[in-house]
């Protein structure tokens, strides 16, 4: 009997995998329908997927005499210690049939070794699960991109969507880590719903209200929801910027080119602000309180509330510090540590200070920890004596692990800390020279050595290459085509400020290499989808005309 349940579930998971094959080759086809070119980026970048990352499994399970010295065995790899425990992790809760139980909600991005594991309860337990989940997402983000550009087969008329396309496809970094089970192509899958909901929002908030543009706002929402709700699962501090973003932009478009009613484009906007706030709150767990550690309860006065809204600015600018702190204190061969004075003390005098901000915030948790312990005993106590307990009116927390304490921190890490505005303008402006120069040129420019072997850092060489080619096709093609944006003004806005504020924040607190490196994909994914504001269907009449007349 177990022979016949153990077979049935490998002939399920055939199945399966076939079904979600499938939906790829289905995907293919659509994109190749709409564009040729479109099409051969997407069947190039497939078959990259599949080869790099079925070599790399088999060398390393097969132990091969292949870089020996980065191999883990069972098809793992050194360069991707996450890759391991997420696997790892997703194979437990797949077999124990426990979503969100401790094995996953222990890990940084709980909501990925969920997906993960149910995708394994579904196509079996594999070490090259995670190469398959990510090719299915990828399909998910070009299919995505091209359903709303709406190509024309012209490649003229779609450049935008084949730069936006290839530049993401043809990725060193995001092509290494598609074939290994990481969160990176799920992130950026999440940013860019999360990007085109806005478009949906923004555009039908504007607009005269019908009935299809309400049900075309409720669907762009969702989208919100969804993505800001995965996105803190996964990356937890993404949201609170793209919120951010979005909250300034719907401010500065309530007084231009608007058609609907200020009341109710306010209360619309308001209610996409709220949705996508709860959604942050419940998808970010314990991680919310490492921004706003006193948004904690409904049960307090409107008074208080304001209060402790107002304290946001300056627990945001707590966080960030403390970020940079742990980075430079963690070590690492690929951990950037340039020097922005000569003395070391001031900056080890604000480490000593952001580590007493670390010590209170985790005892904050274990306080709140505490108490929802024993709101959980109470209740437990009033169901045996027969009683309704009253309903909690704060959201439930859940348990957070210790923060991280360093011991020996670099010699030098104190004089990358910086203890002013001039300072943190300096770091600023660093990070984005990381962010966009090739790593060989800083280590001439900064005199630093970044370690990570000598082939890796010719890879992301490469990759920084591509990438400043791609974003400077992009800003000059919306440039050149800025009469084609029309009523998506207002996305594109915020796909600009939600790239850049992105990449200056994270540049500035993030001085690891390899880990900015690898959030780099994430934090252009904005640019890539803007290309959708440049498509056909935005000209105006006189545009199109002129586009006609000099076409060849």
């Known amino acids: 009997m177990v022979e016949i349940f153990f077979i049935l579930g490998q002939i399920g998971h055939v199945m399966a995998a076939c079904a979600f094959g499938l939906l790829v080759l289905a995907s293919y086809r659509y994109v190749q329908r709409q564009s040729t070119v479109l099409g051969a980026i997407f069947a190039i970048t497939i078959l990259a997927r599949v080869t790099i990352g079925l070599a790399l499994f088999w060398i390393s399970y097969l132990e091969l005499p292949v870089a020996e010295s980065f191999q883990l065995g069972d098809g793992f790899w050194r360069l991707f210690p996450d890759a391991t425990g997420n696997s790892q992790s997703a194979a437990l809760v797949a077999t124990s049939f426990e979503l969100f139980s401790q094995t996953a909600t222990e890990k940084a991005a709980p909501l990925f070794v969920n997906i993960l594991a149910v995708w394994m309860m579904a196509v079996g337990v594999s070490s090259s699960a995670g190469?398959?989940?990510?090719l299915c997402l990828y399909a998910l983000f070009v299919v995505l991109v091209v359903k709303f550009f709406a190509p024309v087969n012209d490649w003229r008329r779609d450049l935008p969507c084949i730069i936006g396309v290839g530049a993401y496809s043809f990725s060193p970094v995001a092509l290494?880590?598609?074939?290994?089970p990481l969160k990176e192509e799920l992130a950026c899958v999440l940013v860019a719903i999360l990007c085109l909901g806005v478009l949906t929002v923004t555009q039908s908030l504007r607009r005269h209200l019908t009935a299809g543009h309400t049900r075309t706002a409720i669907i762009g929402t969702g989208s919100i929801v969804i993505a800001s709700f995965g996105m803190a699962g996964v990356r937890w501090y993404f949201p609170f910027i793209m919120w951010s973003v979005l909250a300034l932009v719907l401010t500065i478009f309530a007084f231009r080119e608007r058609a609907t009613q200020l009341p109710r484009y306010v209360t619309g906007s308001v209610s996409?602000?709220?949705?996508?706030w709860v959604a942050i709150w419940l998808g970010a767990g314990p991680y919310y309180h490492n921004v706003a550690p006193d948004l904690q309860g409904l049960n307090t006065s409107g008074?208080?509330?304001?209060?402790?809204?107002?304290?946001?600015?300056?627990?945001?600018?707590?966080?960030?510090r403390l970020t940079r702190a742990e980075f430079l204190t963690s070590g690492g061969g690929t951990n950037i540590v340039i020097p922005i004075r000569t003395d070391s003390a001031p900056g080890e005098a604000r480490f000593e200070q952001l580590r007493e901000v670390e010590r209170n915030t985790y005892r904050y948790r274990e306080e709140m920890e505490r108490q929802r312990v024993a709101k959980e005993q109470a209740a437990e106590a009033a169901r045996e004596e027969g009683e309704e307990p009253a309903l909690p009116l704060a959201f439930v927390l859940r348990p957070s692990a210790p923060l991280r304490a360093v011991d020996l921190p670099p010699a030098n890490f104190g004089q990358a800390l910086p203890i002013n505005a001039f300072e943190d303008s300096?770091?600023?402006?660093?990070?984005l020279v990381i962010f966009f120069v090739p790593?060989?040129?800083?280590?001439?420019i900064a005199k630093v050595d970044v370690g990570g072997g000598p082939g890796l850092l010719h890879v992301t060489d490469i990759d920084t290459v591509v990438l400043d080619g791609a974003v400077l096709s992009m800003f000059a093609l919306l440039w050149t085509r800025r009469h084609a944006i029309g009523d998506r003004l207002p996305f594109v806005?915020?796909?600009l400020i939600l790239f850049g504020i992105t990449a200056a924040l994270l540049g500035y607190s993030v001085t690891n290499?390899?880990?900015l490196w690898r959030m780099r994909p994430m934090i252009v994914i904005p640019l890539w989808v803007l290309a959708v504001a440049l498509s056909q269907r935005g000209e105006t009449p006189r545009v199109a005309a002129h586009a006609r007349r000099h076409e060849p």
Do not use: K, M, Y
């Not at 290494?176 to 290994?180: F, N, S």
């Not at 300096?426 to 990070?431: C, D, H, P, R």
């Open 131 to 134: 190469l398959f989940l990510n």
């Open 176 to 180: 290494i880590h598609a074939t290994q």
């Open 272 to 276: 996409v602000l709220v949705a996508a």
């Open 303 to 320: 008074s208080q509330i304001l209060e402790r809204l107002a304290d946001l600015p300056s627990s945001l600018v707590l966080r960030l």
């Open 426 to 431: 300096l770091v600023a402006a660093w990070g």
């Open 439 to 444: 790593i060989s040129l800083v280590e001439l």
């Open 493 to 495: 806005v915020f796909c």
């Open 513 to 515: 290499f390899g880990t």
